[in-house]
């Protein structure tokens, strides 16, 4: 009766949400024009050359796998943060990033509190390798929830305080898949592919085929480059995508190793009890760097707006390839940061080289 009654509610609340999402333009900007308020060579002291300043990049669901941070427990002080996350999350997070096994990292309530931690970990690793990365660091991104990680990087939360966003966060997105299952599907797209009309499609094949009696949602989750997207839904929609994939003229399809349909509508049940722990959390203290939101590609200001952008986050597509454009589109000629990949993967790299290839040329990662 409780999911039946709450798959009510996401059938009438979902609409709004659905229409703002299928808005989000593939552009460099939502308004097509440069940030250059804020941007790395805008008013920036002669002495410090671009070339030698840093952007740190957060990796997000799908880049975990087992064995990760076994490069990092011997960076000084980072036993001491698997131990603190252990105690507030009762579980031994170290072991399972090093044994897993694979399909418990998975699951959000193990993997979110994962990458995030590792990623601050890799942070200090970074500190100690190459410390003049972390020391003219200028900005930073992270891709969902590594987001967070960014904002803690930067000074808006403690490390604790990002600890107790990311339980709840993961906590209730699991709940939310184990109401509706989901998933998500990164699609690469060419001249002539339809995408649109697969996702219509896809819809309408669950809602008169199958008659599916919960909410039906295929659409963009994430606009990740040019032409590649990630789209995510019911399982059932998914399915039908990749089994009509050439008929729709869609390139390869790869689903990706995460529990549910994240940053879709079918999140909404997630958004109240991550509402409730910010407010608990309090309001974030001023990055400071620069860090950009997935949500607009605009950097985070003071508190109240990091805490909306964070809710916005969960429901929302994530303006990733936005953000990429935003950190590094540079003049003809200009010169780029290093970009650094701090976390497991190097799917953050990936998405850059599709984006800017001179910025992914300056790019590296930390090995964890």
């Known amino acids: ?150 904002l803690v990087y930067a000074g808006a939360y403690t490390f604790e305080e990002g600890l107790h966003l990311i339980r709840v966060r993961a906590e209730a997105m699991q709940r939310a898949c184990d109401l509706i299952p989901g998933g998500m599907l990164t699609v690469y797209l060419s001249h002539d592919s339809q995408l649109r009309t697969a996702l219509s499609a896809a819809i309408n094949y669950c809602k008169e085929e199958l008659k599916l009696s919960v909410p039906i949602i295929c659409q963009i989750a994430c606009f990740l480059g040019p032409d590649c997207k990630v789209i995510a839904g019911n399982n059932e929609a998914l399915d039908y995508i990749m089994e009509h994939a050439q008929q729709f003229r869609l390139g390869p399809l790869r689903r990706l190793d995460v529990a549910g349909a994240f940053h879709t509508p079918l999140m909404l049940p997630a958004v109240e009890p991550l509402k409730h722990a910010l407010q608990r959390v309090g309001s974030a203290r001023t990055p400071c760097i620069p860090v950009v939101s997935n949500v607009d590609a605009e950097p985070y200001g003071k508190g109240s707006t990091v805490s909306l952008r964070l809710i916005k986050q969960i429901t929302r597509p994530l303006c990733w390839e936005q953000t990429l454009h935003a950190l590094f589109s540079r003049p003809e000629g200009a010169p780029f940061p290093r970009a650094v990949e701090v976390g497991p993967g190097r799917q953050i790299g990936a998405s850059l080289r599709m984006v800017n290839s001179k910025a992914f040329a300056r790019y590296e990662s930390v090995l964890v």
């Open 1 to 150: 009766m409780l999911r039946r009654g709450l798959a009510v509610r996401l059938t009438q609340n979902y609409s709004s949400v659905v229409q703002s999402s299928h808005n989000t333009p593939s552009l460099p900007f939502k308004d097509g024009q440069r940030p250059d308020a804020w941007c790395q060579y805008h008013d920036r002291p002669s002495q410090e050359p671009i070339e030698s300043t840093s952007v740190l990049l957060f990796p997000g669901q799908s880049s975990q796998f087992v064995g990760m941070a076994k490069n990092l427990i011997g960076v000084k002080g980072v036993k001491e943060m698997f131990e603190t996350a252990s105690s507030i999350l009762r579980t031994n997070l170290l072991r399972t990033c090093l044994e897993g096994p694979a399909e418990k990292l998975k699951q959000n309530i193990h993997c979110q509190p994962a990458i995030y931690v590792t990623s601050l970990a890799a942070a200090k690793k970074l500190q100690v390798d190459s410390p003049e990365l972390v020391e003219k660091c200028v900005a930073a991104a992270g891709y969902s929830v590594g987001e967070i990680a960014a």
